[in-house]
């Protein structure tokens, strides 16, 4: 949608309509906007791509939480701007489903946002982050809700690039459902971002750790998105394609962006580079993202024609998956794991005096040397009289999660309070042990923090 918008060169006048005429912000480049001030135009945007072969469409939703939408001053449209975004999307589908008798679907698109919690702004201190889990995660909901509403048959969680902020997308969709339990559930589709040769996003994590991390929200599909065009995006997209007990799909840019920051890949060569990827039967669903236009998707869509799907795979193992940085899985090869308890405080007077003295950095030595001498799961521990367990706990897991040497493996958080493991949790992208929950609260209580969990 993005690319498609910015080839129309809109000017001021359209982002403001005659809704914003009087905003005090520039508003030009704040494309979800337009669903509110250019309907006809995201409709007929639509309808390009939907008469190009598209079975399912994103919503003009990218940056459409509270959050983003404040750079712009606009926080107060964001459940009018979703809404509207997908009556738009769904609109454009039974527009063409009339004219092919052939079924279109929306995807409510929730982006990444413009902040993250996995890695922090200030290079003086680690521990520092613009937004919390808390304000992310009413951010979401806002946004799901208004998606839901609108009509939107999937929700998809897109181009990300910090899986802490997804699993903050992922927990505010539980919440919707928690709460509206009358409302069927959406499938999700996940789709994360992998920025370069490395192999990692940009917060860190491989793709099969990443895959580790929100396969708990039971998504319909998950695969990858944007920053890559499809032969960089390959090697990445078969490791998740081998290990993913669900639909994988990819829609990568059109190659890399050029010099002048557009993109070059013709559709026939685009259209040629997936069919690769549809001969090696790895494909369940395919698309285009960043310099893709119509004549993209229907060169993908002539191309693919015929080609089978990737056979789905069930798993039938009980291995237990962990993931920081990097996938842990406890197979009965690996035998005994190694867990590092030296960040504990009632187990390790030295650890203790550095946090009573505040000395982070050489707490976070610790870690690392512990890491480095064979620990395969670290564990991280801040119950002691005279300290704010909560507070010491969330401090240093932000700090912990920028360090790779430390992050790389799984966490387990410890302690006997509650209100200490969830903020451990809220600060950890990987999927972790919790320890423990205990039924000497009641067994209201401990179902109750077994689901949050």
């Known amino acids: 949608m993005g690319t498609r918008i910015q080839a129309d060169r809109l000017q001021e006048e359209d982002f403001r309509g005659e809704i914003l005429k009087d905003h005090p912000k520039e508003l030009k480049g704040d494309n979800d906007l337009l669903c ?3 309907p006809d135009l995201v409709v007929k945007i639509h309808k390009e791509y939907l008469h190009a072969g598209a079975d399912l469409i994103e919503t003009n939703t990218f940056n459409g939480t509270t959050i983003s939408q404040a750079e712009y001053q606009c926080e107060s449209l964001v459940r009018d701007l979703n809404y509207q975004a997908a009556k738009l999307a769904k609109q454009a589908c039974q527009e063409v489903e009339a004219e092919t008798g052939q079924r279109r679907l929306v995807a409510g698109a929730i982006g990444p946002t413009s902040r993250t919690l996995s890695v922090s702004p200030s290079v003086e201190d680690s521990s520092y982050r613009n937004v919390t889990w808390n304000e992310l995660v009413k951010s979401y909901y806002e946004q799901v809700e208004a998606l839901i509403a609108g009509g939107s048959d999937v929700l998809l969680v897109e181009t990300i690039f910090d899986t ?5 997308a992922l927990f505010a969709i539980d919440g919707y459902y928690e709460d509206h339990p009358q409302d069927p559930r959406l499938p999700t589709i996940i789709s994360a971002t992998i920025v370069d040769q490395s192999g990692r996003t940009l917060s860190g994590q491989t793709i099969d750790a990443f895959l580790v991390s929100v396969m708990h929200a039971r998504p319909l599909c998950v695969g990858i998105n944007c920053a890559l065009g499809a032969s960089q995006m390959r090697p990445f997209f078969e490791t998740l394609a081998k290990l993913a007990p669900v639909y994988v799909h990819v829609y990568p840019n059109a190659g890399l962006p050029n010099a002048m920051g557009g993109y070059d890949e013709t559709p026939e060569s685009f259209g040629e580079s997936l069919v690769l990827y549809a001969q090696d039967h790895l494909l369940n669903m395919v698309g285009g993202c960043c310099g893709t ?6 060169a993908v869509h002539e191309r693919l024609k015929g080609f089978p799907p990737r056979p789905l795979h069930i798993r039938h193992d009980s291995v237990m998956r962990l993931s920081g940085l990097e996938p842990l899985y406890l197979t009965p090869e690996l035998g005994f794991v190694n867990v590092g308890e030296r960040c504990n405080l009632m187990g390790s007077l030295r650890f203790k005096k550095m946090v009573e003295q505040s000395r982070w950095d050489d707490a976070l030595e610790v870690a690392k040397e512990q890491v480095e001498n064979g620990a395969q799961v670290l564990d991280f521990n801040f119950d ?3 300290i704010d367990g909560q507070l010491a706990m969330g401090r240093f897991m932000r700090s912990c ?9 799984p966490f387990m958080i410890d302690s006997s309070k509650f209100k200490v493991i969830e903020e451990g949790l809220q600060a950890v992208q990987g999927r972790c042990i919790v320890n423990s929950l205990s039924l000497k609260v009641g067994e209201e209580d401990f179902i109750f923090h077994a689901k949050l969990v």
């Open 36 to 38: 509110l001030t250019r």
């Open 164 to 168: 802490l902020n997804a699993k903050a």
């Open 293 to 298: 236009f119509p004549a993209h998707i229907e």
């Open 384 to 386: 002691a009289d005279l």
């Open 401 to 409: 999660v920028t360090e790779p040497a430390i992050a790389r493996v």
